[in-house]
């Protein structure tokens, strides 16, 4: 089903530009997507390559240039009629209908009827099963979508669009919720679409993945196309060079800062919502990392020291007093806080400019008399904005216009203005670009050098065991095994957390 050299492309944009009130988001992209191909679309954050997937799906027009399906010009209005020309889109903003069940988001639009006016209940249940197999979901189809967790909720979007007639199918950060068990199963199920003779388009930040997958890559940097080229000639050193610019050496420029002092001591912590009898110490200055599949427990854990879940059972002491969090407000006010996972819903105000989302954890200090002093905001917003390489027009612009990876910029600054002592980051870069990314872990081992603990989540089990001192490995909200972050290697990592390690004896906790 491969395209031959001489057929035309499935798909061949021409020189794409778009632009949005002043910012030129692509300034003249080129883009093929052929049968049974795997092409992936990568950038740094801000670098174009959601607005021309946009443009593929429908969502946005382009000001100029061509798109051609089978090598005739078409143009949509609306993402619809991409839809009705076979393109199916998994957007990296999520488009489910929170209140509606995951067989009604799956046939949303399409539900099959008995008569022109009963919907078929039977039959979408079925079908819903059958479209979540191949993915090996577990999840009933009855479940509320806004129930469920990030992970599924991506699940779901992924098998909503699947689902669909498509001849193309476009992924933008489809794996950036998903652990490695779900990344490793939708990789192989992408695998399997495009040699059935789909064209897929393919964006991540996850390189490795990305070599594990694609067929060919196209880099974008600030709205400009770099290079494309078959993945076979390229290492990943290269593709970061295009991306970012200069070469990369330290991937994990990790900084040890522990000292013996105790932070936060944990003992037989329970909630109602998935947490059992926990127990752990974080010292000043240490990252103390969370390993575990999704739906572990991993974030329950940080749920429950947030204040966000009643405890059952169990003592917390911060630096040596005992606490009881019965809300986000008691947790902050101690000096405790959470970068969440769901940052899309959680983490912002979408109408504000980056400074005021960044200032709002302190806001007292913002005030003159009874008003914000935009001075000062403006300034402390500023400062973050050039320590995390958030881009300069997030000074301006409401949060909601910013590329995903900008937007979690802007909440990890907040909390990093909020000078907490303890901080959890759930899946701090997920979805951010390996330049960004290393901002990150800059930021982290200055919060340590200043003794400020950390409990950071992460499905990225590289950066996991990089950037920590210690891991715990989390299953079914038990802590399994806890370890010095340089003695314990991937494998043993996941083999732990899956339940597949050898031995009739769960590994016994120390530390
Ligand atoms: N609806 C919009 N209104 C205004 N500006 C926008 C809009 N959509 C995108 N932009 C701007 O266009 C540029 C490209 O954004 P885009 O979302 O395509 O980046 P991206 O490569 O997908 O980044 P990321 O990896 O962070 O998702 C950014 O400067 C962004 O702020
Ligand atoms: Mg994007």
Redesign the pocket.
């Known amino acids: 089903m491969m395209d031959t050299p001489t057929s035309p492309p499935l798909w061949e944009l021409r020189d794409i530009k778009k632009s ?2 002043g ?1 030129q ?1 692509l300034k003249g992209v080129s883009f093929t997507a052929r049968r049974g191909e795997i092409h992936a679309l990568l ?10 997937i946009k443009c593929l799906a429908g969502v946005h027009q382009p000001d100029s240039g061509e798109m051609l399906l089978n090598g005739r010009p078409v143009t949509f209005h609306h993402p619809m009629e991409a839809r009705a020309h076979g393109v199916a889109t998994i957007f ?1 903003e999520f488009s489910l209908v929170p209140t509606l069940t995951v067989a009604e988001n799956i046939f949303l639009g399409r539900q099959p009827r008995r008569s022109t006016r009963l919907i078929d209940w039977d039959t979408m249940r079925v079908e819903t099963a059958r479209v979540l197999q191949p993915l090996e979901i577990q999840l009933d189809p009855e479940a509320i979508v806004k129930n469920l967790s990030v992970a599924e909720q991506q699940l779901v979007e992924i098998a909503k669009a699947i689902s669909l007639e498509s001849t193309l199918l476009i992924m ?2 489809p794996t950036a919720a998903l652990g490695l068990a779900e990344t490793e199963r939708l990789l192989r199920l992408i695998k399997r679409l495009a040699a059935q003779g789909k064209a897929v388009v393919y ?1 991540s ?1 996850r390189l490795d993945e990305v070599f594990e997958v694609a067929d060919i890559v196209t880099v ?1 940097k600030d ?1 400009n196309r770099i290079a494309t080229r078959p993945i076979h000639e390229l290492k990943m050193g290269d593709v970061v060079k295009m991306m970012v610019g200069v070469d990369i050496e330290q991937h994990y420029p990790k900084i040890h800062h522990t000292n013996p002092t105790p932070c936060l001591e944990v003992e037989g912590l329970s909630t109602a919502n998935g947490v059992h009898d926990v127990s752990f110490t974080i010292n000043a200055g240490e990252v103390f990392g969370l390993g575990g599949m999704v739906g572990s427990g991993r974030t329950e854990i940080a749920r429950a020291l947030f204040g966000l879940d009643r405890w059952t059972a169990g003592k917390v002491r911060l630096f040596g007093r005992e606490v009881q969090f019965k809300s986000p407000a008691e947790a902050i006010n101690n000096g405790v806080g959470l970068i969440p996972e769901n940052r899309k819903a959680d983490g912002l105000f979408f109408n504000f400019e980056a400074p005021r989302n960044i200032t709002i954890s302190r806001l007292a200090e913002m005030l003159r008399g009874p008003f914000l002093n935009p001075m000062r905001e403006m300034q402390a917003g500023q400062q973050y904005v050039s320590k995390l390489s958030i ?1 300069p ?1 997030a000074l301006e ?1 409401s949060v909601k ?6 937007q979690q910029k802007v909440v990890i600054a907040r909390w990093l203005f909020s000078q907490a002592r303890l901080l959890i980051l759930d899946e701090p870069t997920q ?3 390996v330049g960004a990314k290393l901002d990150v872990y800059h930021v982290i081992n200055e919060l340590t050098g200043l003794g400020i603990s950390i409990l950071l989540i992460s499905s990225d089990y590289p950066e996991l065991l990089a950037m920590s001192d210690r891991v715990a490995v989390v299953r079914d909200g038990h802590i399994l095994h806890i370890a010095e972050a340089g003695r314990l290697n991937e494998y043993e990592l996941l083999a732990i957390a899956s339940g597949a390690e050898t031995g009739s004896q769960p590994p016994t906790a120390a530390g």
């Open positions: 949005f009130y910012t988001a950038g740094e954050n801000g670098s174009g390559k959601s607005t021309l990296q933008d950060e964006i930040h974008l709205g881009t027009t612009k216009f910013l590329s995903g990876g900008n979805g951010i670009d």
